[in-house]
Nanobody, 119 residues
Framework: QVQLVESGGGLVQPGESLRLSCTAS?????????MGWYRQAPGKQREEVAI???????NYADAVKGRFTISRDNAKNTVYLQMNSLKPEDTAVYCC????????????WGQGTQVTVSA
C-alpha cells in the first residue's frame, strides 16, 4: 500500500554533486517517522548513510560527514540527500528508507537508485 519513489542518481566525476530525493506515497498513509538513506556497493554489505528523525535530528556515517546532508519535507513526505564532493568509493545503489504508519508501523524501502562516481 505504500511505496517509496527515488530519483536523482546518475553518473558523475569525482568532486561533483548529486541530490537524491525520495517520496513516500500510498493508501492508508497516516504518518512517516524516521527516514534515511542506505547504500550497498558491489560485494559489500548495506550500510547506513544518513537518517533523519521526525524532529529533525540527524546521524551520518563517518565516511560521509561533512560532504552529505540529509533533509526532509514533512508536508511532502519526502527525504533528500545532498551529496557533495563525491568520491569513487561513494559508488553504490542508494536506497531510501522510511518508517511508516498505516494501520500499523512498518519499515518501507525504495527500489534503489544507482550512483556512480568515476573519472
Amino acid at each position: 500500500q505504500v511505496q517509496l519513489v527515488e530519483s536523482g542518481g546518475g553518473l558523475v566525476q569525482p568532486g561533483e554533486s548529486l541530490r537524491l530525493s525520495c517520496t513516500a506515497s500510498g493508501r492508508n498513509f497516516f504518518a512517516v517517522y524516521t527516514m534515511g538513506w542506505y547504500r550497498q556497493a558491489p560485494g559489500k554489505q548495506r550500510e547506513e548513510v544518513a537518517i533523519v528523525t521526525t524532529g529533525g535530528s540527524t546521524n551520518y556515517a563517518d565516511a560521509v560527514k561533512g560532504r552529505f546532508t540529509i533533509s526532509r519535507d514533512n508536508a511532502k513526505n519526502t527525504v533528500y540527500l545532498q551529496m557533495n564532493s563525491l568520491k569513487p568509493e561513494d559508488t553504490a545503489v542508494y536506497c531510501c528508507y522510511a518508517q511508516i504508519r498505516t494501520k500499523a508501523v512498518f519499515d518501507s524501502w525504495g527500489q534503489g537508485t544507482q550512483v556512480t562516481v568515476s573519472a
